[in-house]
């Protein structure tokens, strides 16, 4: 299983009229989390784009738990617990204050091959990268 932690701080234009982050904004931390995720195993998107892997989102679920505020820090813990195959899926939960679990999500993505716009394997190199956690 791999765990990394990604530290996100709320910006004025990530909130609504209440002060909480717009559930929208979710979306966009787990993205950051999964980049940050990927560099923290030393590879990045970019670099599998250059190996000809796009990596477009099938399904993004969220769970509300409670608010994230303006320029709170929020710590994204994600999980990748199974291995990729043609499809990965991350698991994040969100704390604020640092141990208060306010959000939980998760995305599956798909590997597809740049130019026949089909699905693949992950790339080898990140194959050899993520054998350690599984």
Known sequence: MLRCETKIRVRYGEVDQMGHVYYGNYALYYEIARVGSFRHLGITYKELEDMGILMPVLENRSTFIGPALYDEELRVVTYMREKPKV?????????????????????????????????????KALQEILQPYF
């Open 87 to 123: 499809k990965v899926k991350f698991e994040y939960e969100i704390y604020a204050r640092e141990h208060n679990l306010i959000h939980t999500g998760e995305t599956i993505l798909a590997f597809v091959d740049k130019f026949t716009r089909k699905p693949c394997k992950p790339p």
